[in-house]
C-alpha cells in the first residue's frame, strides 16, 4: 500500500535526537500511562506486544523492562535507529499505520500511543482495520490521542524545520471507529495535561479485538 506520510516520516527524523532527550523518560512521571500499559503487558500473558509508532523507543523500553516481549514500529527510519541503539533487547521495523510490517494475528496486543493523531480523519478507520489484522482474536489494543476537534500544523519544531499536522480527536469519535474495524470498546479514560506536558488534554480508549 502506497501511503503519504512523506511530511510526517520526514519531520520526525528531523526531531529525533532531540525528542529522544526531551521525550524519552516521560514515563517516569506518567502514572497512569504506567498503569494503563501494565494492564497491557497482563492482558498479554507472555505474548507478543506491538508498539505502534514507537519513536525512540521509550516506552517500548519501559514495556521490555516488566518481561514483556515487544516488536516497535515507526515511520521514520531515524527514530527506529535510535531504537535499536537505546533498547537493543527489544525489536523494531520501519513502516505505516497503515500497511504495517506484520503477519497476520502476530500480536497478543498492541499500543498506540499519540500516532494515530498523524493521520488524517478518513484514515482512522483502514489503520484500526489494519491493527485489527495484526492482533490474534481476544488481542487488546491501547490508544491514546490529544482531546479536541482542531488540526495544528507545525512548521518549526525545538529548531528544526518540520512540515506535521497534529490532528486532535474526540473520544466517541475514536472509539466509534474502532467499534467500525471490529473492536469492543472496554474502558475510555480522559485527563487533564501534566505540568511536564503539552499543555492538552488526553484521551484514552482500551479496546478488544472482536472474533
Given amino acids: 500500500m502506497v501511503t503519504g506520510h512523506g511530511r510526517v ?3 520526525y527524523d528531523a526531531v529525533a535526537e532531540e525528542y529522544l532527550g526531551r521525550i524519552g ?3 517516569a512521571y506518567k502514572v497512569v500511562d504506567r498503569a494503563l500499559l501494565g494492564a497491557l503487558v497482563e492482558e498479554a500473558a507472555g505474548g507478543l506486544i506491538a508498539d505502534l509508532g514507537c519513536g525512540p523507543g521509550h516506552v ?3 514495556l521490555t523492562g516488566q518481561g514483556a516481549s515487544v516488536v516497535g514500529v515507526d515511520l521514520s527510519p531515524r527514530m ?7 533498547q537493543p533487547k527489544a525489536e523494531f521495523r520501519v513502516g505505516d ?3 504495517l510490517p506484520a503477519a497476520d494475528v502476530e500480536f497478543a496486543a498492541a499500543v498506540a ?3 494515530v493523531i498523524h493521520l488524517e480523519a478518513e484514515e482512522l478507520l483502514p489503520a484500526f482495520v ?4 495484526v492482533l490474534r482474536p481476544g488481542g487488546v489494543l491501547l490508544v491514546s490521542f490529544h482531546l479536541g476537534d482542531e488540526v495544528r500544523r507545525m512548521e518549526e519544531w525545538w529548531g528544526h524545520r518540520v512540515d506535521v499536522d497534529f ?4 473520544t466517541d469519535a475514536v472509539a466509534g471507529r474502532l467499534v467500525e474495524a471490529g473492536f469492543g470498546i472496554e474502558a475510555r479514560l480522559e485527563r487533564e495535561g501534566l505540568p511536564e506536558e503539552a499543555p492538552t488534554r488526553r484521551g484514552y480508549l482500551l479496546a478488544r479485538r472482536s472474533g
Avoid: D, K
Wanted: hydrophobic share 40%; net charge neutral; glycine share 10%.
Fill in 167 to 170: 490532528h486532535f480527536l474526540e
Fill in 80 to 86: 527506529v535507529e535510535l531504537a535499536r541503539r537505546e
Fill in 97 to 99: 499505520l497503515l500497511a
Fill in 113 to 115: 500511543l499519540y500516532s
Fill in 9 to 11: 516520516r520526514g519531520s
Fill in 60 to 62: 517500548t523500553g519501559w
Fill in 130 to 133: 489494519e491493527m485489527r489484522r
Fill in 25 to 27: 523518560g516521560e514515563l
